[in-house]
């Protein structure tokens, strides 16, 4: 089997989305000869590629939901809106958004019937929650802070998400999606990015620079304690994602000190549990000499930590 899942020969293939059975990835490939982003699947063993958008725009960040549907943002009407696309029929994308304002970093409710997103359409970034199938759109944050990149827990509960205080830092919150109730998680001074829930909701992953160096840090969502995964001042640890059903953390990290390449960055794993312990050992589990391996994709199976919170590429 070939581990090359994209098999993409001097173009950049990223942003990857794996289906539900695990048997396809969904990717953002520039392979087009005119160099421009477009959406690609291809089979997980890499026998077997397929464009699926065509279009002189930008088509990023594709995410699989249910059965053979993917969500992804284009800037096919000038600005950046979600489209939905069936890659088992025509592949013809039908437009999920409609605002002369941006809507971006999409998100699938475990169920598949919803998807939540970010939209500066009130001026500043906040969160919406958009029912696929009636179109209904809700608004669930509303207020004069910049609320970015929202992730959903597996059991469609709760949602994290980035939120920007007076002082230009972005710290985690968390709602309960049926009471709308919001608490803060973080207020460390530093910036919060790539959170994820863990398989069974009951913390979240996510990494930070607090002293120095970037770390993993896990927050419990219901006593807010915070625990310090990795504890490494001068080098980055970030990107964290999970092995499925478990506590493991994988995350990249350039701690490998490589003569050849310095700052390499490799990939880890490490148990975040328990909450109230000390920072464990990491595994590696990748060693590819003068080769970058950054941002693992794990569960939930949206890989969310390549952008960082940051706008897509323009036009």
């Known amino acids: 089997m070939n581990n090359n899942v994209s098999q993409g020969l001097g173009s950049a293939d990223i942003q990857p989305s794996a289906s539900a059975d695990g048997e396809w990835v969904a990717f953002t490939s520039n392979r ?32 699989w939901g249910p059965g053979n549907l993917l969500v992804f943002e284009s ?31 999409p998100f699938w409710s475990p169920d598949g019937t919803k998807i939540v997103f970010q939209s500066d359409r009130d001026g500043d970034w906040e969160i919406y929650m958009l029912d696929i199938d009636t179109g209904e ?30 002082y230009g830092v972005y ?10 109730d919001v608490k803060q998680l973080t207020d460390t001074g530093a910036d919060i990015a790539g959170q994820q829930f863990a398989p069974d909701d009951t ?44 506590s493991i953390v994988v995350f990249h990290s350039d701690r490998i000190e490589s003569l050849e390449k310095p700052g390499q960055r490799e990939i880890f794993e490490i148990d975040a549990l328990p909450i109230d312990g000390p920072p464990g050992a990491a595994a590696r ?31």
């Open 171 to 180: 710290d985690l919150w968390l709602m309960d999606l049926e009471t709308g």
């Open 32 to 63: 087009d000869v005119r160099g421009s982003w477009e959406i690609w699947i291809a089979k997980a063993d890499g026998t077997f590629q397929q464009r699926v958008t065509y279009n002189t725009a930008i088509d990023i960040n594709p995410e």
């Open 75 to 105: 800037t096919r009407d000038a600005n950046w809106e979600l489209y939905l696309v069936d890659v088992s029929g025509t592949g013809e994308p039908t437009r999920l958004t409609d605002d002369p304002a941006n809507d971006i970093n």
């Open 203 to 246: 913390f979240v992953a996510y990494h930070t620079n607090i002293d120095g160096g970037f770390d993993i840090f896990a927050v419990d969502v219901e006593t807010g304690e915070i625990k310090n995964v990795t504890d490494n001042s001068e080098v980055e640890d970030r990107a964290p994602t999970f092995w499925c059903n478990t």
């Open 285 to 315: 589990l990748t060693n590819f000499p003068l080769d970058d391996d950054i941002y693992p994709l794990g569960d939930p199976r949206e890989e969310v930590n390549s952008r960082e919170g940051r706008m897509p590429p323009s036009r």
């Open 137 to 166: 759109l809700t608004q669930l944050t509303d207020n004069d802070s910049e609320d970015q990149v929202p992730v959903l827990s597996h059991d469609g509960e709760s949602m994290a998400w980035i939120q920007m205080n007076s």
